[in-house]
């Protein structure tokens, strides 16, 4: 098959190019697609939408992955996307993932994370996306079942007609690929860390503060990403980037009329 | 009236506690309650949900306000509401109030917006939230339509019992007050920047990138933020930090049963 009949399969993260996470996701989904991969030259972790304003980019094709085509940029998660349509590929690519993340990006996390505002960046641009997470931070993490999980989602919905806002939350278990009880989709549970900071003195006398929080999940239903990942399940959660609440929408104009 | 009896409003932004847009938002409101500043030292403009991780934040009391109580910290607008919450204030406030943005965050630009970062992480946090911009981005813009609508707006919703995760987004057009039409509740319109990358070549030879764009208004629809702000009305957009398309999730499920 030429290869220009081929899904073009843009892969970024917010870990970095070197990460672990990022070569398990090329790893997985190099078979089903022409991959191409555009992320930040260092971890971007909790960067949220962030773009880059009032400083200029670099952006180098590197040597890392073998035959796969690779481009690190000194942007953010949300610009790598930007540079690769506009500067690397010339054209939108058929699919863009990004992950798999070291780390959950369930529940309220979404908001917060690169990984996931990679993937909503690709959405916003009229292509399909798909952001990975993996329930375990550390740089040694084991994604045996999440390239396994992977290979399955992505070839699944190469398969189809996607639309092309579609965007996805996808978290998985840290456990054995045999323990995990299949694939879940579910809503977004409202769970979140609640902050407190680690107030500590510098040798200048000064005070500083460490970010520092537990997680709690607020949230009882069993139909959430939390839920299914706490039963073993990998969580799907469709996503939007439309953000009216629609039924505050309904009731708010009457103050001001 | 004691001071325990007034409503507590925390203020934020995006651009940083010397631009002239908080203290536009701070005179709109001082006489609706007890007023506390916590924000950014420094613009950070475009850090969408950023926060900051793996270095330490500093919190300074600064006199920049008069009588108002003003802490500037070296975090991201998200940053300060935590800290607000955890070390100024050591409680909730009763409304959280950011801006007033020098410039847009209309439409999609809400995802992008450090101004409706922060008021998405008070509305997170069970803080009825307001985010505000004028769609002037210049240093010198002229605040006294902003101030007018600002204060009339939070007036108006601190004699309400407001639902604790309230939050809108609130843009006000570039137009002496004399010429808008009023105050109109939006849909967030599906417009956006069309990305471009200015390539330059630097002193050594080596080629970086600008970020550019044009605005596009692919939305014809006339309920939305954009329509409105055309049409020179204050557009109010009420807006949830639940991302699940319910809609995605109802036909998705099927694709790995």
């Known amino acids: 098959m030429a290869s220009d009949t081929l899904p073009i399969i843009l892969i970024t993260n ?4 070197t990460a672990p996470g990022i070569r398990g996701l090329v790893d997985a989904v190099k ?12 971890p971007q972790s909790g ?18 992955y073998g035959d796969i085509e690779a481009w690190q940029t000194s942007g953010t998660p949300v610009d790598c996307v930007k540079l690769a349509v506009d500067k690397v590929l010339h054209r939108k690519p ?6 798999i993340n070291h780390g959950a990006n369930h529940s309220i996390n979404v908001i917060y994370s690169g990984t996931m505002s990679a993937a909503m960046e690709a959405s916003i641009e009229s292509i399909p996306s798909i952001g990975f997470s ?7 993490a084991d994604f045996t079942a999440s390239k396994y999980y992977v290979h399955k989602i992505v070839e699944s919905l190469l398969k189809t007609k996607m639309n092309k806002h579609l965007l996805l939350n996808v978290n ?20 979140k860390y609640e902050e407190d900071f680690n107030e500590r003195i ?18 009882k239903g069993e139909d959430t990403d939390v839920w299914a990942l706490q039963h073993n ?13 629609y039924e505050l929408k309904k009731v708010l104009q009457t103050n001001w009329d």
């Open 134 to 140: 993996l329930l375990d931070y550390r740089f040694e």
């Open 202 to 219: 510098d040798p200048q006398g000064k005070k500083y503060y460490w970010l520092t929080g537990e997680f709690v999940n607020f949230d």
């Open 94 to 99: 058929d699919i863009c993932l990004s992950g």
């Open 31 to 42: 078979g089903l697609g022409q991959v191409v991969v555009v992320a930040p030259d260092k």
């Open 172 to 191: 998985i278990p840290a456990v054995p690929v045999e323990e995990i009880m299949g694939i879940k989709v579910c809503r977004q549970a409202y769970a």
């Open 47 to 64: 960067m949220g939408h962030a773009i880059t304003i009032g400083v200029p980019l670099r952006l180098n094709q590197v040597d890392i």
């Open 233 to 245: 399940y990998v969580s799907v959660v469709p996503v939007q980037f439309d953000l009216t609440n």
């Open 14 to 17: 917010d870990d970095g190019i």
